[in-house]
């Protein structure tokens, strides 16, 4: 009976759901669930207006899809809705491309949570002279910067007037040690410049060459952040081709005593080199050419720190062997623009930046007498070991691929850096200290 039943009642439903039930072939479960599902579905679709709800929701959902790129490319500005407006200004677009390489240069397109973020420089060294005058001005680019110092030759005083900047972090950190940072560009400046420094520990000069600057590939490789190399116009040795062109190989005694700073920025170029051609790290190196300017230290035996400092002091100004090497000279802010450029650029160089200016010790002496104290007078020593006998840079690669070359004279430049050393050389002389 209840087979009979349940037989019935299936056929019962069959027929009501199957109009031409009469002529259907014998019973068969899959053809029946194929003929029996798609109605009803269409059915449940059909009532209480599904459909039309789905529609609907289909339509709101695509107008935002179609609509909200179309504005955010209309006006930028409403894309980082919690950036200040004072912390965006002095971004470029190169910044905003810079963004895209930052994560690995294989995203066309930046998240939209990442997109209102501001570029993040590391700076290596950024509490020494070339240090800190860049990083005042990827500051006033508006860029974030994270001074990386060990603070061997660099002064917390050089970096003062930015403590409080909310763009600005400082890290007491050996570069020799690993670090991990989320930055987007890495300038690798860390590294004690002057002889005196790097002659004091030959050993930890070229662990940080060596290491320090194989830490910092190892990290812009892992980020996929832009690293520039400040390499030395020392790299061509005590040179046999003048003026010195980027494609000379440089006269480098490899076992004297300046070979700890000589020998590790080559080798520091090589390590750049090999992570670029190896990694795939987008690599930047400049060749640096003696540099002056407000925030050298005191006494480190270079040349224009030393003149200016012994001729605030009414020393005589101190010329090694007869005075006839010569020597280029660069005020600071030409040198701080062209790393920018190098950094900012498609090639990775190695370019010379340098002012082709060329003077001996004696017209460099004659000068910081003219500016300082006429009756400045000289004093004669033996010459160093290894000092180069002429330096003066060749820029035309610079100039025609950077777009740069520098502005600022030695006579410009020189009264520029006075006032700073006077300051610092009368708080000596009153006990304060520096
Ligand atoms: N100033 C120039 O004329 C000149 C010329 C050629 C190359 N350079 C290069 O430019 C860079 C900056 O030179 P500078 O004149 O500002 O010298 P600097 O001595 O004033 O600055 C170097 C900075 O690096 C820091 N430092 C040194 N070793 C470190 C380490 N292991 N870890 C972390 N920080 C460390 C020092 O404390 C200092 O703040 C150097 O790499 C130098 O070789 C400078």
Request: net charge positive; aromatic share 8%; charged share 25%.
């Amino acid at each position: 009976m209840k087979q009979a039943y349940k037989q019935t009642s299936l056929n019962h439903r069959r027929d009501e759901e199957m109009p031409g039930a009469q002529t259907t072939p014998p019973y068969s479960p899959k053809t029946l669930k194929h003929h029996r599902s798609l109605p009803r579905s269409i059915n449940y679709l059909l009532k209480e207006q599904r459909l039309l709800f789905i529609l609907v929701g289909i339509f709101i959902g695509s107008t935002f899809f179609i609509v909200q790129p179309t504005l955010s490319r209309l006006s930028p500005s409403e894309s980082r809705p919690f950036v200040p407006k004072s912390f965006s200004t002095g971004l470029t677009l190169h910044d905003e491309v810079s963004r895209s390489y930052s994560l690995g240069g294989k995203l066309g397109r930046v998240p939209v949570a990442l997109s209102g973020r501001r570029l993040r420089i590391v700076v290596t060294g950024g509490a020494g002279f070339v240090g800190s005058h860049l990083v005042d001005k990827l500051i006033a680019r508006g860029n974030d910067v994270i001074v990386i110092d060990n603070f061997f030759t660099g002064r917390k005083e050089n970096l003062v007037h930015l403590f409080g900047n909310p763009r600005f972090e400082l890290i007491r950190h050996d570069a020799v040690e690993p670090i991990l940072l989320e930055v987007d560009q890495i300038y690798h400046l860390a590294c004690p410049a002057s002889p005196v420094h790097y002659k004091y520990n030959p050993i930890k000069t070229i662990k940080t060459n060596v290491m320090g600057t194989l830490n910092m590939l190892g990290l812009a490789k892992r980020i996929g952040a832009r690293f520039l190399l400040t390499s030395t116009s020392e790299v061509y040795g005590d040179p046999l081709e003048h003026p010195q062109k980027e494609t000379y190989w440089g006269n480098v005694n490899p076992i004297g005593e300046r070979s700890c700073y000589d020998e590790g920025k080559r080798t520091a170029e090589t390590l750049s080199m090999d992570y670029h051609r190896g990694a795939g790290v987008e690599v930047r190196i400049a060749r640096i050419f003696n540099t002056y300017g407000p925030r050298m230290c005191l006494d480190d035996g270079r040349v224009v720190s030393n003149f200016v400092a012994q001729a605030i002091r009414k020393q005589p100004m101190t010329v090694y062997g007869d005075g006839k090497q010569t020597r280029s000279f660069q005020y600071v802010s030409d040198l701080v623009d062209g790393l920018v450029a190098l950094m900012e650029g498609e090639h990775v160089g190695p370019f010379n930046l340098g002012n082709p200016g060329e003077f001996t010790m004696l017209e460099l002496a004659q000068v910081v007498k003219e500016t300082i104290d006429p009756s400045a007078t000289i004093e004669y020593k033996p010459n160093t070991a290894d000092d180069p006998h002429m330096r003066k840079p060749d820029i035309s690669k610079a100039k025609e691929l950077l777009n740069w070359q520098p502005k600022v004279s030695l006579r410009e430049g020189l009264p520029l850096m006075v006032n700073d050393f006077r300051n610092r050389i009368l708080n000596e002389d009153e006990g304060k200290g520096i």
